[in-house]
């Protein structure tokens, strides 16, 4: 699941996940659900990771450092300055 910058909190998020555990029966159950979204508190992190809430929880951060970020995507613009 990706949630991206996403301000829900964490009840909507493990609502969200227990929806998902749910909608399947048999064969057809989900087994592991992945996370994409921003940094969570340890004391966040801890509450999915109990049960079987939490597969793989990915971190994104984005990093605008001017001369990365020109290494990282040479032809890339950024469209809200026009630029790099």
Known sequence: MVFGNDRSGLPYIRDMIQGAYSAGQGFRQIQRIDLNLDPLSSEDLRELK??????????????????????LHPSATNPITGGV
């Open 50 to 71: 109990q049960g079987r809430l939490l597969g793989t929880y990915h971190v994104f951060q984005e990093t605008y450092d001017r001369t990365q970020y020109a290494l």
